[in-house]
């Protein structure tokens, strides 16, 4: 079974519902091993998120704010950045006026209980070292708190302007302060 079948259900009510929107905002991702396959993770990352864009878009929307990953790309050898890039494409196609692409590097931050990520909290160990050493154009593989994102996106909702913006560590870090200098009421 698709783990995305309930997202798809509720998506489908509030479309029959005829619901409006002004913006698109998507954090929505798994793992590849929590999918259980390439597969099924390509069918939450990359289709499931262009499914919700979609209907978002014929909902009204105007602006997607989508959060990916850092190094994102259609043509990436890495399967995860290759559906994350994927992914964008699907997105932008849509016709949104403005599409923001939040692309972090590794997420900071504590997980579910129930979620086993040995490896991710070992890297999470080693990120201020890492982070010290990601210089030039390199720091926007920095790590970054998950809580500092979903600050950055709720500050670019509604952002003026056109167009496809990508944003990486110094472009989250600064909207985040923004963000936390001025509340949004």
Not at 19 to 36: I, S
Not at 101 to 113: D, E, N, S, Y
Not at 127 to 143: D, E, I, K, V, W
Not at 171 to 184: F, I, T
Request: glycine share 8%; with cysteine; net charge positive.
């Amino acid at each position: 079974m698709f783990v995305g079948d309930p997202l798809a259900d509720a998506l489908a009510r509030w479309t029959a519902a005829g619901r409006r929107c002004d913006v698109f905002v998507c954090a929505l991702g798994t793992t590849r091993r929590a999918a259980g396959s390439l597969r099924a993770f390509a069918a939450i990352d990359r289709d499931l998120v262009i499914q919700i864009a979609a209907a978002a878009r014929a909902a009204g929307a105007r602006q997607a704010l989508v959060v990916s990953s850092v190094g994102a790309d259609a043509a990436a050898r890495s399967d995860y950045l290759r559906i994350k890039g994927e992914m964008q494409q699907g997105v932008t196609s849509l016709g949104f006026e403005r599409c923001d692409f939040l692309q972090p590097g590794l997420l900071i931050g504590a997980r579910r209980a129930t979620e086993s990520r040995p490896a991710e909290r070992f890297g999470q160990w080693l990120a201020p070292a890492a982070n010290a050493l990601l210089q030039g154009r390199l720091r926007r593989f920095r790590s970054i708190s998950a809580s500092e994102v979903a600050q950055a996106a709720v500050q670019r909702v509604g952002a003026a302007g056109q167009g496809v913006h990508v944003h990486s560590f110094d472009a989250l870090r600064s909207a985040a302060a923004s963000l936390r200098a001025h509340p949004v009421a």
